[in-house]
């Protein structure tokens, strides 16, 4: 099994790279931190290199691409820290509508979704908050083993969360029998997992890349504080782990995409890693920053409350592997 990626995936994932830095610099995340507003023309500007359009459907709009394709995008997504909804809408909202959505429902929705017309949303049983809400035109709300898509005129209250710029709300979505789409749920958290455990690998690589500029630049008793073995230690740990984690997500989207029997289980093994590898590598970068790293002006805080906020998100660590410990008890296969 060839696990390498193309040349294509390489060049999508160059492409997100550059876009990512453009529109999320730490100075647009400062300033969401600070309460300043969401700048609508930044999802447009996604819909127009056709990162939006990655899961939705040729026939819809979009470029009909798959988990596979989505995994070194998500990544650069963490690395950047984007603060828009590009995992719920892309990577959760577009699949589910394409896979279960009825016709109306992917007629309404997903050319409006390739084009930034519309953000999506969601809310599983299992994750009661919702991300970015107040903007959200449609809510894909996991209800009773149903899938509903439900579109704006939900209500919603704001809730405090670790990250300012991933903004989390409850919601009251009504749902009706025309709110109903046309599948059930058994894959949305394994979606919202594996979507999350990519954009968290992203966030540990730029905690690991931040660590090793300042470790590198920082100087103790006349040379770099990583030339010293303590630090090499932990920052190589980090990297070990950030690795591994990368391998396990990479398999998890292989086995979404290709609607493998162990998809769930792959899932669960990589957001348990992804949420494991980040809260190492957030420790550790804050303890090689030293002082510095704790204050409000430094850029470290963006990512390290990024990571706190995805390592609960879809499932903890522990909540995975209670999942994986009750498959592997039940005898589950699928």
Same mark, same amino acid.
């Given at each position: 099994?060839?696990?390498?990626?193309?040349?294509?995936?390489?060049?999508?994932?160059?492409?997100?790279?550059?876009?990512?830095?453009?529109?999320?610099?730490?100075?647009?995340?400062?300033?969401?931190?600070?309460?300043?507003?969401?700048?609508?023309?930044?999802?447009?500007?996604?819909?127009?290199?056709?990162?939006?359009?990655?899961?939705?459907?040729?026939?819809?709009?979009?470029?009909?691409?798959?988990?596979?394709?989505?995994?070194?995008?998500?990544?650069?997504?963490?690395?950047?820290?984007?603060?828009?909804?590009?995992? /719920?809408?892309? !990577? =959760?909202?577009?699949?589910?509508?394409? &896979?279960?959505?009825?016709? +109306?429902? $992917?007629? *309404?929705? #997903?050319?409006?979704?390739?084009?930034?017309?519309?953000?999506?949303?969601?809310?599983?049983?299992?994750?009661?908050?919702?991300?970015?809400?107040?903007?959200?035109?449609?809510?894909?709300?996991?209800?009773?083993? /149903?899938?509903? !898509? =439900?579109?704006?005129?939900?209500?919603? &209250?704001?809730?405090?969360? +670790?990250? $300012?710029? *991933?903004? #989390?709300?409850?919601?009251?979505?009504?749902?009706?029998?025309?709110?109903?789409?046309?599948?059930?749920?058994?894959?949305?958290?394994?979606?919202?997992?594996?979507?999350?455990?990519?954009?968290?690998?992203?966030?540990?690589?730029?905690?690991?890349?931040?660590?090793?500029?300042?470790?590198?630049?920082?100087?103790?008793?006349?040379?770099?504080?990583?030339?010293?073995?303590?630090?090499?230690?932990?920052?190589?740990?980090?990297?070990?782990?950030?690795?591994?984690?990368?391998?396990?997500?990479?398999?998890?989207?292989?086995?979404?995409?290709?609607?493998?029997?162990?998809?769930?289980?792959?899932?669960?093994?990589?957001?348990?890693?992804?949420?494991?590898?980040?809260?190492?590598?957030?420790?550790?970068?804050?303890?090689?920053?030293?002082?510095?790293?704790?204050?409000?002006?430094?850029?470290?805080?963006?990512?390290?409350?990024?990571?706190?906020?995805?390592?609960?998100?879809?499932?903890?660590?522990?909540?995975?592997?209670?999942?994986?410990?009750?498959?592997?008890?039940?005898?589950?296969?699928?």
């Amino acid at each position: 099994m060839d696990f390498e990626f193309d040349s294509e995936q390489l060049a999508l994932r160059d492409l997100a790279r550059d876009v990512f830095e453009k529109e999320s610099s730490p100075a647009r995340l400062r300033d969401l931190w600070e309460g300043g507003p969401r700048d609508s023309t930044v999802w447009k500007t996604l819909a127009e290199v056709g990162l939006l359009g990655l899961t939705v459907p040729e026939d819809y709009g979009g470029s009909g691409r798959d988990e596979i394709d989505l995994a070194l995008v998500l990544e650069e997504a963490g690395r950047a820290a984007l603060p828009e909804p590009l995992l /719920e809408t892309v !990577a =959760v909202a577009a699949p589910l509508l394409s &896979e279960a959505g009825l016709d +109306e429902q $992917r007629q *309404r929705w #997903l050319p409006a979704i390739a084009a930034g017309d519309a953000v999506a949303t969601v809310q599983l049983e299992a994750s009661p908050f919702a991300v970015d809400a107040d903007v959200a035109d449609v809510v894909i709300v996991e209800q009773d083993g /149903e899938l509903h !898509a =439900v579109p704006k005129g939900f209500s919603f &209250e704001p809730v405090d969360g +670790e990250d $300012r710029a *991933r903004r #989390l709300f409850t919601i009251d979505a009504k749902t009706s029998s025309e709110t109903r789409t046309n599948g059930d749920t058994p894959d949305t958290l394994a979606r919202c997992a594996t979507a999350a455990a990519a954009f968290l690998n992203g966030v540990a690589l730029r905690l690991l890349d931040m660590s090793v500029t300042h470790v590198s630049a920082r100087q103790q008793f006349g040379r770099p504080v990583g030339s010293f073995q303590a630090v090499k230690h932990k920052l190589a740990t980090v990297h070990v782990l950030v690795d591994s984690s990368r391998s396990a997500t990479w398999y998890a989207a292989y086995a979404l995409a290709r609607k493998l029997p162990d998809r769930q289980r792959a899932a669960s093994v990589a957001k348990a890693y992804a949420s494991d590898a980040a809260a190492v590598a957030g420790t550790e970068a804050l303890q090689v920053h030293g002082g510095i790293g704790f204050t409000w002006e430094h850029d470290l805080h963006f990512w390290l409350k990024r990571g706190k906020a995805l390592e609960q998100a879809y499932g903890s660590a522990a909540e995975h592997r209670r999942r994986l410990s009750a498959q592997a008890w039940q005898g589950d296969t699928d």
